[in-house]
């Protein structure tokens, strides 16, 4: 006799089988994503319950069927070039993917009637997504001191978007502008205005921060929740202080005592004299080292695909009938637009 109060029974969790995640679109021009890469490349850092060999990326299209998650850059779809929605099969993971804010991204293209149900896993920057980034983790290892022995440069600022002043954007631009009038700002990339600062080879910019400059300005162009992007942690790679301007809560991205907060000061001139201060206090200044006795920063991540592999043992049924209330915040981190604060960006 069949009990029909009894729970179904659960889904059994493989250990042995291999794991399929179809690549449909590229992430911009990468076929490979970047530098995530194909086969088994994205999980030879996984090392949880027996899964570092367990899963492989792919582009061929024609393993749709046998695929366990397809993964769809948001910025990169085709609205018409995508599989049906009826061709998922149940324990299969269409995958939202996304890594900009959604002030720049083309939130419109999610209210297409065909992806209304269509994506049933998110993988993007915010804490709330089915599979997110981690860059920060425990090392106890010891590490060398950092030099101050060059490090009489004050602040630099590595940023190609030089316009963030629209409906959403965090008007960065006119902070840094601000700062200006207090302390000497180095600006690099496409937004320099001297030729030998527009630095093309970031990997030849990276020493030059960490021997001279004792700051770098993360500063977001958005302010939405959980934003952070790759360019707040090189600075942290690179032996220098980050000070950031963004929405997210730091604390939950960061180690204490590693970062400055521009939002924790009532006016640019106030951060400017705090910044003057840790120029002089080389004791102050090293302080914000500490963290490096137990934590190392990642910059190229691969936790997200190893949380995405592990997923993929345990299916568990969920849709998101709305991609884009979620994404734009219509339902949840309904902050995204926040105002940008008067007292740092006065852009009369």
């Known amino acids: 006799m069949v009990d029909n109060l009894s ?28 530098n995530i890469g194909l086969g088994g490349k994205p999980f030879v850092t996984c090392d949880r319950a027996g899964i570092n060999s367990g899963c492989m990326a792919t582009t061929d299209r024609n393993l749709l069927n046998e695929s366990d998650a397809v993964i769809f850059h948001f910025r990169t ?12 099969r149940p324990q299969q993971h269409f995958i939202f993917f996304e890594v900009e804010s959604p002030v720049h991204t083309y939130l419109p293209a999610l209210r297409w009637p065909s992806l209304k149900s269509y994506f049933n896993r998110t993988m993007t920057y915010r804490r709330d997504s089915d599979v997110s980034n981690i860059r920060i983790d425990s090392d106890p290892a010891d590490r060398f001191p950092v030099n101050l022995t060059l490090k009489n440069r004050t602040v630099a600022w590595f940023v190609s978007n030089c316009h963030s002043d629209g409906v959403g954007g965090s008007w960065r ?48 162009n958005s302010l ?7 360019k707040c942690y090189r600075p942290l790679a690179y032996d220098t202080v980050p000070v950031v301007y963004g929405g997210s809560d730091y604390s939950l991205f960061f180690p204490a005592g590693s970062y400055i907060n521009a939002l924790d000061f009532d006016s640019p001139e106030s951060l400017a004299n705090y910044l003057k201060k840790l ?60 105002t940008p604060p008067k007292s740092l960006v006065n852009v009369t």
Request: with cysteine.
């Open 279 to 338: 120029m002089t206090d080389d004791e102050l200044y090293l302080s914000y080292f500490r963290w490096r006795r137990k934590y190392v920063v990642d910059l190229a991540p691969k936790d997200s695909w190893c949380q995405l592999c592990e997923m993929l043992r345990d299916p568990k049924p969920k849709m998101y009938d709305d991609i884009g209330a979620w994404w734009s915040g219509e339902t949840i981190n309904q902050t995204c637009l926040m």
């Open 224 to 230: 939405c929740p959980d934003y952070v992007t790759e």
């Open 77 to 88: 779809i085709n609205v018409s070039d995508m599989p049906p929605p009826e061709w998922r």
């Open 173 to 220: 631009e006119f902070l840094v502008r601000n700062l200006s009038q207090f302390i000497p700002v180095d600006i690099y990339g496409g937004c320099a205005t001297e030729e030998e600062k527009k630095c093309p080879n970031r990997p030849a910019c990276n020493p030059m921060l960490g021997q001279y400059y004792r700051f770098y300005f993360c500063f977001e």
């Open 7 to 34: 729970p179904p029974p659960a889904t059994p969790i493989h250990f042995d089988k291999k794991f399929i995640i179809l690549y449909w679109t590229k992430y911009y021009h990468f076929l490979d994503f970047g």
